[in-house]
C-alpha cells in the first residue's frame, strides 16, 4: 500500500506564490511518477504536472513557465513551485503516485487564489 500526504495549500493574492509537497510512504517501487492534478468546482480534474523518478517532467497547458515540478528521490518526496498565481488556479490539488500500472492518490489540499 502506498500513503500520499499533501501540503502547503492555503490562501493567497493573484501574483503570489505557493509550494505544495507530496510526501509518499509505503511499498514505493521505480520507476514511478509522481504528479499532481487539480479540480476546481464543476470541473473535471486535470492534469497540473507530472515527473517520472528519472527526471522527465510534463505541464498543463495553463500552468507552463509559471509552475515547476520537482522531487526528491531519497525522501520519495515531490514539489510543486507555484508563482504568478491566478484566481483561475483555485481548486483542490490532488497528488497522485503512479507504478505497475496502479495509480495512488492523496487526500487532496486546498488552494484558493483572491484577485
Known amino acids: 500500500q502506498v500513503r500520499l500526504v499533501e501540503s502547503g495549500g492555503g490562501l493567497v493574492q493573484a501574483g503570489g506564490s505557493l509550494r505544495l509537497s507530496c510526501a509518499a510512504s509505503?511499498?514505493?517501487?521505480?520507476?514511478?511518477?509522481m504528479g499532481w492534478y487539480r479540480q476546481a468546482p464543476g470541473k473535471q480534474r486535470e492534469l497540473v504536472a507530472d515527473?517520472?523518478?528519472?527526471?522527465?517532467?510534463d505541464y498543463g497547458d495553463s500552468v507552463k513557465g509559471r509552475f515547476t515540478i520537482s522531487r526528491d528521490n531519497a525522501r520519495n518526496t515531490a514539489y510543486l513551485q507555484m508563482n504568478s498565481l491566478k484566481p483561475e488556479d483555485t481548486a483542490v490539488y490532488y497528488c497522485?503516485?503512479?507504478?505497475?500500472?496502479?495509480?495512488?492518490w492523496g487526500q487532496g489540499t486546498q488552494v484558493t487564489v483572491s484577485s
Open positions: 515527473i517520472t523518478s528519472g527526471g522527465s517532467t
Open positions: 509505503g511499498n514505493i517501487f521505480r520507476p514511478n511518477s
Open positions: 497522485s503516485l503512479g507504478q505497475w500500472g496502479v495509480d495512488y
